[in-house]
């Protein structure tokens, strides 16, 4: 998982410029909304990798490397997570929120569950282990 807090590019009195992403090919765009205590994820994906930006709201993400502990950290509005091919994930809204996932494999449309490997113990649970 990385995180990178995204700034500005350009500001003038017109208002702000930011590339989310730079030089990354992306397949599919999708707009998120969560409730408040809502969790999701608690899968991974073996050939797709994903850029969650949150546009507004707060999230806790949850991401494990085979054979490494579980990480959780609090994404704020501005940020962009990155999670790798093979990196099980979950996010829990700690209130409503909106967020953007870029998306490089086949996780879009038709094909939305077809690189999608459920996960038999959630995250959330193996963070208490």
């Known amino acids: 998982m ?3 807090k ?3 590019d350009f500001q003038d009195h017109r208002g702000i410029i930011q ?3 730079v030089h990354e090919p992306i397949e599919h765009v ?3 909304t969560s409730k408040k205590d809502v969790i999701r994820g608690n899968h991974y994906h073996k050939e797709t990798i994903q ?3 949150l546009y507004s709201g707060k999230l806790k993400s949850l991401t494990q490397k085979d054979g490494e ?5 609090i994404i ?3 940020d962009l997570l990155k999670t790798e091919k093979m990196e099980k994930h979950a996010l829990e809204a700690l209130e409503d929120s909106v967020f953007f996932v870029f998306t490089k494999g086949p996780r879009g449309g038709e094909d939305y569950e077809a690189d999608t490997y459920r996960l038999e113990i959630p995250l959330t649970e193996e963070l208490t282990k």
């Open 2 to 4: 990385i995180i990178k």
């Open 6 to 8: 995204i700034r500005p």
């Open 19 to 21: 590339d989310i992403l």
């Open 30 to 32: 999708t707009v998120i």
């Open 51 to 53: 850029w969650v930006y």
């Open 69 to 73: 502990k579980v990480v959780s950290l």
């Open 76 to 78: 704020e509005p501005g």
